[in-house]
């Protein structure tokens, strides 16, 4: 496809669960970032790749949070032991950051609703 | 440390009257900026960008930000509103020395009234 996509686009998920947030970002976009967005906010950052790097994480709100991109292209962000906080909007982004303008394209996200 | 903050988290206009959303920034870097706007259950869509070049930037649907360095602002406007705007709209800075994530302000949600 042409543009950024994820899945699910929804997912219900009882407190204590495990879930897992699949992004796959524009074909040859080297840099995918992942944000939360809180109802009514605007998006937080939670991570960055560089292909497969992750280098920077530091928005990741706890370490129940973690996200890979093993082969630099598909990125999964996994929440452990979910918990209501957790409720929120994921975006993924990616971008080709050689193009200078470092303008991101955002997927229609995942809704994640903690009961 | 890069912000943004957007005055006013909802506005309401007429159909046809002028648009105009307040983003003030503050960054130690010459900024990247950008608008994005989010419809319901939809991701964002980049409405404009300022990456140092004109000043005066347009958009995609008739939107054109200024960029002013003395007052650290990049307000969004349009002539003309349609109701097809209503949507919330985002205004963010780059942090590009750490990679290019963004720094998002809260939004503001635009009402069109018919």
């Known amino acids: 496809g042409a543009g950024v996509s994820q899945s699910p686009r929804y997912k219900v998920a009882k407190r204590g669960q495990d879930v897992a947030l699949r992004c796959d970002p524009i074909?040859?976009?080297?840099?995918l970032f992942w944000y939360q967005q809180a109802l009514g906010q605007g998006p937080e950052f939670l991570t960055y790749?560089?292909?497969?790097?992750?280098?920077?994480k530091s928005g990741l709100p706890s370490d129940r949070f973690f996200a890979e991109r093993p082969e630099g292209s598909v990125s999964t962000l996994k929440i452990q032991r979910t918990q209501q906080e957790d409720s929120a909007v994921y975006l993924c982004?990616?971008?080709?950051?050689?193009?200078?303008?470092?303008?991101?394209?955002f997927g229609p996200g995942t809704r994640l609703t903690v009961t | 440390a890069q912000s943004v903050t957007q005055l006013g988290s909802h506005v309401s206009v007429s159909e046809g009257a002028l648009v105009l959303l307040r983003c003030n920034y503050s960054?130690?870097?010459?900024?990247?900026l950008f608008w994005y706007v989010q419809y319901p259950n939809q991701g964002l869509q980049l409405l404009l960008k300022?990456?140092?070049?004109?000043?005066l930037v347009k958009g995609i649907n008739g939107f054109e930000a200024e960029f002013k360095k003395s007052e650290t602002s990049f307000h969004l406007t349009k002539p003309s509103a349609h109701m097809s705007d209503a949507a919330e709209y985002f205004c963010?800075?780059?942090?590009?020395?750490?990679?290019?994530?963004?720094?998002f302000g809260q939004g503001t949600e635009l009402s069109v009234k018919p």
């Open positions: 982004a990616s971008s080709s950051p050689g193009q200078g303008s470092y303008e991101q394209y």
């Open positions: 074909s040859g976009h080297v840099s």
């Open positions: 790749f560089q292909n497969e790097a992750q280098l920077d």
């Open positions: 960054s130690s870097v010459p900024p990247y």
């Open positions: 300022y990456t140092s070049a004109a000043t």
């Open positions: 963010a800075v780059s942090d590009y020395n750490q990679g290019g994530k963004l720094i």
